[in-house]
């Protein structure tokens, strides 16, 4: 007997109406949801549970995307979102990239409360004060993941968490650690402070040198880096805030690095130190 065809959902279908909205932020935040693209972010998706309930909750995906990541499929279903599959021109009405993967998600949102991070009491956080590109917001975030940060804050200066292009460039990291939206950047620092973190604001002007910073030993407590506007750095009220205004030493002749590769930096670095004043060895030593 030949097999069933498959039913694909119209593209007139309610669902892909409200899936393709969700790429508008007022449309977001109204219904508190967001597009997750690609296999990587579906996985983390699928995998992530907030406040006990699942994060993803609709998945469209083209019939070749559910057989080739059967996996991903199976643990949408599994969470219990519900499965359309859609032909790439659905897809490609849906995503907001250039070459949809064949898969995308629509998730709950999952922010914390700013006061649950401080009550965890972190020793490592990135703040994203001013940060108005989306590709910088989720890269940094990324890189906070990378680097064994605990959280993430978004001032309500910066960019929105669920934009599309933040979502993809945090390449699933956003589904990994806390992310605090939308506090005022003195609320911040207060609050940070107030929990023993103390607040290192990154900035190519800096009066501080990075490299001294480490020398000195001064990067082995709980520490937030400050991180500010892609142009214009962070502004004097900003800086006057923070307990050091740190730059990253330029050896070489570049004018400058940019926000992603210097948070990147800032990061490890005080991940190295904090790991060394914890006790632990390098692999190299005896």
Same mark, same amino acid.
């Given at each position: 007997?030949?097999?069933?065809?498959?039913? +694909?959902?119209?593209?007139?279908?309610?669902?892909?109406?409200?899936?393709?909205?969700?790429?508008?932020? @007022?449309?977001?935040?109204?219904?508190?949801?967001?597009?997750?693209?690609?296999?990587?972010?579906?996985?983390?998706?699928?995998?992530?549970?907030?406040?006990?309930?699942? #994060?993803?909750?609709?998945?469209? $995906? #083209?019939?070749?995307?559910?057989?080739?990541?059967?996996?991903?499929?199976?643990? $949408?279903?599994?969470?219990?979102?519900?499965?359309? *599959?859609?032909? %790439?021109?659905?897809? $490609?009405?849906?995503?907001?990239?250039?070459?949809?993967?064949?898969?995308?998600?629509?998730?709950?949102? !999952?922010?914390?409360?700013?006061?649950?991070?401080?009550?965890?009491?972190?020793? +490592?956080?990135?703040?994203?004060?001013?940060?108005?590109?989306?590709?910088?917001?989720?890269?940094? !975030?990324?890189?906070?993941?990378?680097?064994?940060?605990?959280?993430?804050?978004? #001032?309500?200066?910066?960019?929105?968490?669920?934009?599309?292009?933040?979502?993809?460039?945090?390449?699933?990291? !956003?589904?990994? *650690? /806390?992310?605090?939206?939308?506090?005022?950047?003195?609320?911040?620092?207060?609050?940070?402070?107030?929990?023993?973190?103390?607040?290192?604001?990154?900035?190519?002007?800096?009066?501080?040198? +990075?490299?001294? %910073?480490?020398?000195?030993?001064?990067?082995?407590? /709980?520490?937030?880096?400050?991180?500010?506007?892609?142009?214009?750095?962070? /502004?004097? %009220?900003?800086? $006057?805030?923070?307990?050091?205004?740190?730059?990253?030493?330029?050896?070489?002749?570049?004018?400058?690095? @940019?926000?992603?590769?210097?948070?990147?930096?800032? *990061?490890?670095?005080?991940?190295?130190?904090?790991?060394?004043?914890?006790?632990?060895?390098?692999?190299?030593?005896?």
């Amino acid at each position: 007997m030949p097999a069933a065809p498959v039913e +694909l959902i119209s593209p007139r279908s309610p669902r892909v109406s409200a899936a393709r909205r969700l790429a508008r932020r @007022n449309f977001r935040g109204k219904e508190r949801l967001f597009l997750a693209e690609g296999p990587q972010a579906v996985r983390e998706a699928a995998a992530h549970r907030a406040d006990a309930a699942p #994060t993803l909750v609709e998945l469209f $995906a #083209t019939p070749e995307a559910a057989e080739r990541y059967a996996d991903i499929v199976g643990d $949408a279903r599994e969470v219990g979102a519900r499965v359309h *599959l859609a032909d %790439e021109d659905v897809i $490609a009405d849906i995503s907001t990239t250039v070459t949809p993967q064949g898969l995308v998600g629509i998730c709950r949102f !999952l922010d914390t409360p700013f006061e649950e991070i401080l009550a965890a009491r972190p020793r +490592l956080v990135a703040v994203l004060a001013h940060v108005r590109d989306p590709g910088n917001a989720g890269t940094v !975030l990324r890189c906070a993941d990378a680097a064994g940060a605990e959280a993430v804050v978004l #001032t309500d200066a910066s960019v929105d968490l669920y934009n599309p292009k933040a979502v993809r460039a945090s390449v699933g990291s !956003l589904f990994h *650690l /806390p992310v605090a939206v939308g506090v005022p950047v003195e609320d911040a620092v207060r609050g940070l402070k107030a929990a023993g973190v103390r607040i290192l604001a990154a900035d190519g002007a800096g009066q501080d040198d +990075l490299d001294d %910073e480490l020398d000195q030993g001064t990067m082995g407590g /709980p520490t937030a880096w400050v991180f500010g506007n892609e142009a214009w750095g962070l /502004p004097e %009220e900003t800086r $006057a805030l923070a307990d050091a205004v740190v730059r990253v030493p330029i050896h070489g002749k570049a004018e400058s690095l @940019n926000l992603a590769t210097a948070a990147a930096v800032c *990061l490890y670095a005080s991940a190295r130190a904090q790991r060394a004043s914890g006790g632990c060895r390098s692999v190299t030593d005896g």
